[in-house]
Antibody
Framework: EVQLVESGGGLVQVGGSLRLSCAAS????????MNWVRQAPGKGLEWVAS????????NYVDSVKGRFIISRDNAKDSVFLQMNNLRAEDTAVYYC???????????WGQGTLVSVSS | SYELTQPLSVSVALGQAATITCGGN??????VHWYQQKPGQAPVLVIY???NRPSGIPERFSGSNSGNTATLTISRAQAGDEADYFC?????????FGGGTKLTVL
């Protein structure tokens, strides 16, 4: 059974940093692109970042470029999101999401809440 | 950047068919995927590559895509179908979601 378990969320002040982790199991982790998708309270889904199977390619939404870094450790079946210089508008539930290999998400984690206070 | 437009809300009578649209420039040339999200839960894939249903998704869910509009149709709507629905495409190495549609079953 595919499982994605996020951790690392919490309350942080504007300008602070957090590192999210996602532990994957139940599939060959190194065979899949991985994504982070967020959802602000009462809002829609917003893709944040993605990383290629071997970590050699990373893509970001414009609003987080230069502040967030996605990475992965295939030996530990984990993907990470380092979030720096956080802003109030980064407040959201952050989901770890597996790419199917065809440009859509076939599995989602349950999400971890990040709250940025001013 | 590419944009997807969805109606904010759609209402449907119990047992009737609901149609949720997703508009985008020449979206018919892209693969469109649909997710259902219930309150407090993670999204669930209900349609992939325009018309395909993942295992476990009822046949009542179907999709189409042509021209500038992709459509998710839920036939014989049930109370349990009440949720937010999001369309999604992949464009220029980025994942793009529509703004979401709240489906209300009356």
């Amino acid at each position: 059974e595919v499982q994605l378990v996020e951790s690392g969320g919490g309350l942080v002040q504007v300008g602070g940093s957090l590192r999210l982790s996602c532990a994957a199991s139940g599939f060959t982790f190194s065979s899949h692109w991985m994504n982070w998708v967020r959802q602000a309270p009462g809002k829609g889904l917003e893709w944040v970042a993605s990383i290629k199977r071997d970590g050699s390619e990373k893509n970001y939404v414009d609003s987080v470029k230069g502040r967030f870094i996605i990475s992965r450790d295939n030996a530990k079946d984990s993907v990470f999101l380092q979030m720096n210089n956080l802003r109030a508008e980064d407040t959201a539930v952050y989901y770890c999401a597996r790419d199917s290999g065809s440009g859509y998400v076939d599995y989602w984690g349950q999400g971890t809440l990040v709250s940025v206070s001013s | 950047s590419y944009e997807l437009t969805q109606p904010l809300s759609v209402s449907v009578a119990l047992g009737q068919a609901a149609t949720i649209t997703c508009g985008g420039n020449n979206i018919g040339t892209k693969s469109v995927h649909w997710y259902q999200q219930k309150p407090g839960q993670a999204p669930v894939l209900v349609i992939y590559r325009d018309t395909n249903r993942p295992s476990g998704i009822p046949e009542r869910f179907s999709g189409s895509n042509s021209g500038n509009t992709a459509t998710l149709t839920i036939s014989r709507a049930q109370a349990g179908d009440e949720a937010d629905y999001f369309c999604q495409v992949w464009d220029s190495s980025t994942v793009i979601f529509g703004g979401g549609t709240k489906l209300t079953v009356l």
